[in-house]
Nanobody
């Protein structure tokens, strides 16, 4: 059974940096995509950044507008470990951060999605 585990969260002051890690294990195939999401209690989970296999070396990357220029998503070739580098953090970035692995057929049909349990990022003023 595929497992996804996040780590790297913590309590920091505004302006600080954190790097979150997402490790995918027990998988037979390379994930087609990895997404980082965040959720504040009482609100919907939102996509922060994702990296998708598009045939290029680096993959396609997308970011939530409010984190562009501050957050960077990266992954090893097998997407065994994916990172979310977060710089210049603000209190508005405070949330539980989740990683999700997507598995797809060669034709791009997503047949499995696996969530991690999350890691808390808290940013004080």
């Amino acid at each position: 059974q595929v497992q996804v585990a996040e780590s790297g969260g913590g309590l920091v002051q505004a302006g600080a940096s954190l790097r979150l890690s997402c490790v995918v294990s027990q998988n037979l195939y390379t994930p087609h995509a990895i997404g980082w999401y965040r959720q504040i209690p009482g609100e919907e989970r939102e996509l922060v950044a994702n990296i998708t296999d598009d045939g290029s070396v680096d993959g396609a990357r997308n970011y939530l507008n409010t984190v562009k220029g501050r957050f960077t998503i990266s992954a090893d070739n097998a997407k065994t470990t994916t990172y979310l580098q977060m710089n210049d953090l603000t209190p508005e970035d405070t949330a539980d951060y989740y990683c999700k692995a997507f598995f797809a057929t060669p034709q791009g049909f997503i047949y499995q999605q696996v969530w991690g349990r999350g890691t808390l990022v808290a940013v004080s003023p």
